[in-house]
């Protein structure tokens, strides 16, 4: 790992930005939709691939079990802990190889088979060329993925439409707040596609898959959403941005000693997306 000086991204991001916990829990709560859809891409032994922003390396690991043992997984991200973590965790000691770089600028030239970058792209300031240097690291014929959450809005309140969109729009308030983003920051990773078509990919495509709980839910989905969402992303961020008696309803909906904790209600129901676009170099 280099000592670079910090360069700062779209949403804040730094050499030593950490998100190790929510990465972690997330990437295990969706392990069964993601490595489903991992296995849809044709990658066989020998193949090289490089996770580009692989976070904690839980995916990168995953990849990795789909080319071995010939085959090569590089992983690259911005920050220190992610890259430590990542090494943690690694069960064989050199594989899969971890780099730390800016996606912006990767340090590859047509080296690999397939790029897969999950909820990266929208951390970056200059997205398109972002993804003009992701085609440039593959080979010929070979294929860039894109992943983004929250092309569709998410449910979790299914009882309460109107209480769902107020806390979807305290999020943004949020974000908006805390970066100095604008509605255009926010939303033009939405088209994906585009970026890709601009970047000169070919026979471009998309697929969106669902990420779905309903109640009971394993104690590790729920451990996801008290730790991962209550808590470490909503919390008392969004108090400010929520009516008074809204941010006491939230409050109870979240605290598993409350009786009206929602992941305990029956009819406790969960919709999230993840939309997968890609193109061929």
């Not at 929510?22 to 991992?38: C, D, G, M, Y």
């Not at 992983?75 to 594989?95: F, K, N, V």
């Not at 495509?205 to 989905?221: F, G, M, N, S, Y």
Request: glycine share 8%.
């Amino acid at each position: 790992m280099n000592a670079e000086q910090p360069t700062t991204g779209l949403l804040g991001d730094t050499q030593q930005m950490s998100y190790v916990d929510k990465l972690n829990l997330f990437n295990h709560f969706a392990a069964p939709e993601i490595r489903h859809i991992l296995g849809e891409f044709g990658l066989k032994d020998g193949h090289a691939v490089l996770d580009a922003g692989c976070g904690t390396g839980i995916v990168t690991s995953w990849l990795y079990d789909l080319v071995r043992p010939a085959g090569h997984v590089v992983g690259i991200d911005l920050s220190t802990p992610h890259l430590r973590e990542a090494l943690r965790q690694r069960s064989q000691a050199m594989a899969p190889l971890y780099v730390q770089a800016d996606i912006s600028s990767p340090p590859f030239q047509a080296s690999f088979d397939l790029i897969w970058s999950t909820n990266a792209i929208n951390h970056l300031r200059q997205r398109l060329e972002g993804v003009r240097a992701l085609a440039r690291a593959l080979r010929p014929g070979g294929r860039l993925l894109l992943g983004q959450s929250g092309f569709l809005p998410d449910m979790m309140f299914a009882w309460d439409d109107r209480f769902d969109k107020d806390v979807r729009a305290a999020c943004l308030r949020y974000y908006h707040d805390k970066y100095g983003l604008d509605k255009s920051d926010t939303t033009a990773d939405r088209n994906l596609i585009g970026l890709l078509k601009q970047g000169g990919l070919k026979r471009v495509t998309a697929k969106t898959i669902v990420i779905e709980r309903t109640a009971p839910l394993t104690p590790e989905d729920e451990r996801y959403f008290v730790e991962g969402v209550f808590r470490a992303y909503w919390g008392h961020r969004l108090r400010p941005y929520l009516a008074a008696e809204d941010w006491e309803y939230l409050e109870q909906l979240c605290d598993p000693d409350s009786p009206q904790f929602c992941l305990r209600r029956p009819d406790f129901h969960h919709i999230q997306t993840l939309t997968i676009c890609s193109g061929f170099a």
